[in-house]
């Protein structure tokens, strides 16, 4: 097949002002805490607009747009729950109204990840036009990520709608490059027990914070001494967050749990990492202090309930995977200079597509991921726009190399 791409390239060209209105449209809808029914709202007005064949909300509450019913099932995903403002004083403008500045749009998810929606609906329903999705079934699919990255997908093929694609596009901000893989990760609770005294007669109490100085130290000079690989990089941990238990602010605590993010990469695995956690914990205090793997069943914005453990495996494929290669090509044939394949620093919804369910999956957005969470949330117009091509173009690559 001689894939159209002037035809492509002129197309996105002419809807270029409603692709970067309906960016800013749904960047201006708050969607925190995993929020997405006011946003998804919006992106299934556009889905409408454009003729998907089935647009609705899933059980958890993600939005779901699809074109086709062939026998191939590509899966375009796209988070549009975001992470907080956090101190509202410290923007220097509306996070959500945003700002345009030399053509970079600055706001809350611009980068993460509301900037790779507009060009995958856009990219499906063109592609869709042109003859590119003829023997696919294509999804997109609208999700919440920042509440338990990897969840979404998991029901996506195991409840709603029960489907298992053969490829997934993930739209994270990848610098519009293609990327093929990052990091797992498993999330470590630690709780300490001890005893509780009035402080001014402390010495008839047992402090819960005190066992953990040891653990802590030790976990923050562990580093040096995790596992590492060419690819993927070194593994991390971070102590992120802690908890305390106690009567009052004179007393001694009870109880302390710290919260520890490890990132793992190939050859590491959840069980080695909580057993180094372990190692850590001084003899005299190993009755009194638990580790343990967490786990979320959090109910969804719908009430909806899907339980799942907090342990996600590194993934990667080859440059020279049949994906990742079209990925490539899809790049070159919208006019993207030519660079290899790379890898994200943080953790995607790639976790379960590629980590757990092993199906094949790259990622391509615009936007940096240095820039996601931080007050200059921010994504190149320019980008959001040519993403499209990409989008559009990617099916048709896939088909000719399997004819």
């Known amino acids: 097949m001689t894939l159209p791409i002037s035809q492509i390239q002129s197309r996105v060209t002419a ?104 060009g995958m609906i856009y990219g499906m329903a063109l592609a869709r036009d042109l003859g590119l999705l003829d023997g696919w079934t294509a999804y997109y699919f609208g999700n919440m990520e920042e509440w338990c990255d990897g969840i979404a997908p998991n029901t996506f093929v195991e409840v709603d709608p029960k489907v298992r694609p053969d490829f997934v596009v993930i739209g994270e901000p990848t610098k519009m490059l293609v990327y093929r893989g990052h990091k797992g990760r498993v999330e470590i609770k630690v709780v300490s027990k001890g005893r509780s005294a009035h402080a001014a007669s402390n010495h008839l109490g047992d402090n819960a914070i005190y066992k953990l100085i040891p653990l802590i130290a030790g976990i923050r000079d562990l580093e040096p001494k995790l596992g590492d690989h060419p690819f993927l990089g070194h593994g991390k941990i971070t102590v992120s967050d802690m908890h305390v238990k106690t009567p009052s602010i004179n007393a001694v605590p009870d109880e302390a749990t710290v919260f520890i993010d490890r990132r793992l ?23 009194a202090i638990t580790v343990e793997e967490m786990f979320y069943d959090e109910p969804s914005y719908t009430g909806f309930v899907f339980p799942v453990d907090k342990y996600f495996p590194a993934w990667a494929y080859e440059e020279s995977h049949p994906l990742v290669q079209a990925g490539i090509k899809s790049r070159a044939m919208i006019g993207l200079p030519d660079a290899p394949a790379g890898k994200w620093n943080f953790s995607t919804n790639g976790i379960y597509w590629a980590g757990k369910a092993k199906i094949p999956s790259i990622g391509f957005g615009p936007g940096d991921e240095e820039t996601a969470h931080t007050v200059n949330d921010s994504v190149s117009l320019d980008d959001v726009v040519k993403a499209t091509e990409f989008y559009a173009v990617l099916p048709g690559v896939l088909s000719d190399e399997a004819s």
């Open 265 to 287: 990469t190939f050859g590491e695995d959840k069980n080695a990492a909580i057993e180094q956690i372990r190692s850590l914990i001084p003899q005299e205090h190993r009755d």
């Open 15 to 118: 809807q270029r002002a409603d692709i970067i209105q309906f960016m800013r449209d749904i960047c201006a809808i708050p969607s925190m805490d995993s929020k997405i029914g006011p946003v998804g709202e919006r992106v299934q007005a556009e889905m409408r607009k454009l003729g998907f064949d089935e647009v609705r909300f899933d059980r958890m509450g993600n939005t779901i747009g699809r074109i086709g019913s062939g026998p191939k099932i590509i899966v375009f995903d796209s988070h549009i729950d975001t992470v907080g403002i956090g101190d509202p004083s410290a923007w220097a403008w509306d996070p959500f109204k945003g700002k345009v500045e030399d053509g970079i749009f600055y706001a809350r998810g611009a980068c993460d990840e509301k900037n790779s929606t507009p």
